[in-house]
């Protein structure tokens, strides 16, 4: 067999490097400002009720600027969602306060639950994106970068009247229905308490019966999802992986950025195993992650994982 000449590898090159060049230019400029609006439908409700909507936000990592996001994210009301649940990462500056509030003001006169994420307490910085390859790509950092005024974020949240779930239970009736709710603080940060069932914060315990109980987190790990499954929760919600950000087409995410498997990176799943309306799923918790809609701005590109938010309709099996 004959090999290529010189010049034969030297075109190959250079067809290799312009159609990385190519991938770079879409993952940075397209897909990345390419949003859309997931709908799932969840049978999780009690035989004979009504849908119930939520609008599961997350990872919005919001920074000055970035005018088509805020635009895209305050249309998301015409939805008109009984509840609306944001897992965290809202922002990734100091800057972002005004953008974010003016994005989700529509939201904050709908019912909802929040949790913060790591990117909501520090302000990003700049790493190595194969860090993410690692097992573990968190990193200790000799100075510790900046915090972000999450307090007053998380203030203004609850002053909306949006219940905070941060190592706690809460519960919330919405749409003639009452939810019990249990939330921790970010996982990444190994900030997460879970709560203790049958505490005097459990709606469970009350005379009123629970028509759902619901699991809020941010980051996805196992010890935190394992909790939920303990708790009985009937779905599970989380965001934090980005889906993978950079993905495979036909494969789908490399890596979680937690200690989650890639298979779940993003989108309706079962856990620990499959989904309770597949074989094999009889005793599994019905989880949602969230791709989110954002990325640090020291790595703003997507390949084959669009950026997200996600309209989850609960219905009765």
């Known amino acids: 067999m004959t090999g290529l000449t010189t010049s034969g590898v030297a075109r190959t090159a250079g067809a290799l490097a312009l159609a990385g060049a190519g991938a770079l230019a ?79 003001e529509p939201h904050l006169a709908v019912p909802g639950a929040f949790v913060l994420g790591s990117n909501d307490y520090i302000s990003p910085a700049p790493k190595n994106p194969a860090r993410y390859l690692l097992p573990d790509a968190r990193r200790r950092q000799a100075q510790s970068p900046p915090e972000l005024p999450w307090r007053e974020l998380a203030s203004r949240f609850r002053s909306a009247g949006w219940i905070d779930l941060t190592n706690r239970r809460d519960v919330l009736k919405v749409d003639g229905r009452v939810l019990s709710l249990v939330g921790t603080d970010d996982a990444h940060l190994d900030r997460d308490r879970f709560p203790d069932a049958g505490d005097a914060d459990d709606a469970r315990t009350a005379p009123t019966p629970v028509d759902l109980h619901l699991g809020i987190t941010h980051a996805p790990y196992r010890r935190v999802l394992d909790a939920m499954h303990a708790d009985d929760v009937d779905l599970a919600i989380a965001g934090h992986t980005h889906g993978g950000q950079l993905a495979l087409p036909f494969w789908g995410a490399l890596v979680t950025n937690c200690d989650l498997d890639t298979r779940r990176a993003k989108g309706l799943h079962g856990w620990p195993g499959p989904r309770p309306d597949q074989p094999g799923g009889a005793g599994s918790t019905w989880m949602h992650v969230s791709a989110g809609l954002g990325t640090s701005p020291y790595a703003p590109v997507r390949f084959a994982c669009r950026p997200e938010a996600t309209l989850l309709t609960l219905v009765a099996p």
């Open 26 to 104: 879409y993952a940075s400029l397209i897909e990345v400002r390419w949003y859309t609006l997931r709908q799932v439908t969840v049978p999780v409700l009690p035989a004979g009720q009504d849908p119930l909507r939520i609008l599961h936000l997350s990872d919005l990592h919001l920074t000055p600027g970035q005018r088509k996001k805020v635009d895209w994210v305050k249309d998301l009301a015409s939805l008109d969602p009984h509840l609306v649940v944001d897992t965290g990462d809202n922002w990734a500056h100091l800057d972002a306060m005004p953008a974010l509030l003016e994005a989700l």
